[in-house]
């Protein structure tokens, strides 16, 4: 479904992937893990079209996207739930809902999402008329995630959703990630400094360092592997 192919990006004068290449295909659950700085945000913003490709290719489903602006993306099938939320806080929890709808017009299917997201989380449904601003943490990144969903993508770029938050909500946060894919067969490319969690969701996962892929293998085996224990693991 997705293939970057020898990526490299920068922030200025400063590059930060260094030739990547990572394939993700339909149905899966990929997680991208390493340290702070690692690269893991800026692969996620060079997908959805935040950061500038500067050289190497990105395909999903077999066409060149990289040089396409963020909005076209979402239009194709690939939302970006970014690290930190980026909730509107203003707006209440219905009126972002809706803007992650906002390039649809096929009410019907909107309706049917609302349904779907208000079910995976029936705190946002008893809040739907409170303003994003004023939620907590977790119930913020369930706004984020739901508000993503809204825009029925096929491949969701989730962004350290487990961040700041308590170890409850952290487990119920990774459940439904799961549950996410399972129901809809939604592609999931999961960014996490949690690595122990997202292995126990990922069918796959790739470690970064630096900028470069250094580790590609199945959850099973990164669980597993010494390094990744010594180094991400905490064992
Ligand atoms: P974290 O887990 O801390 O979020 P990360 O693996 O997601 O880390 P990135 O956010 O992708 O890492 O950052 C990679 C490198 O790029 C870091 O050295 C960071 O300082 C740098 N960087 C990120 N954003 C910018 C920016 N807008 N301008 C300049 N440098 C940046």
Known sequence: MLELRNVSAAYG?????????????????????????????????????????????ILFEGKSIHTLSPDKLVAQGICQVPEGRHIFPALTVQENLDM????????????????????????????????GGTLSGGEQQMLAMSRALMARPKLLLLDEPSMGLAPLIIKQIFEIVKKINKDHNTTI??????????????????????????????????????DIQKAYLGI
Do not use: C, W
Request: aromatic share 6%; no cysteine.
């Open 100 to 131: 992650g709808a906002f390039l649809r017009n096929d009410s019907e299917g909107i309706k049917e999402d609302l349904d779907y997201v208000f079910s995976l989380f029936p705190i946002l449904a008893e809040r739907r008329s409170q303003d």
């Open 189 to 226: 490319f999961l960014v996490e400094q949690n690595a122990n969690q997202a292995l126990h969701i990922a069918d796959r996962g790739y470690v970064i360092e630096n900028g470069v892929i250094t580790i590609s293998d199945n959850a099973e085996n990164l669980l597993h592997n010494q």
């Open 13 to 57: 004068n400063i590059q930060v992937l260094h030739n990547i290449d990572i394939e993700i295909n339909s149905g899966e659950i990929i997680t991208l893990i390493g340290a702070n700085g690692a690269g893991k945000s800026t692969t996620l913003m060079a997908i959805s079209g935040i950061v500038p490709v500067r050289s190497g290719k």
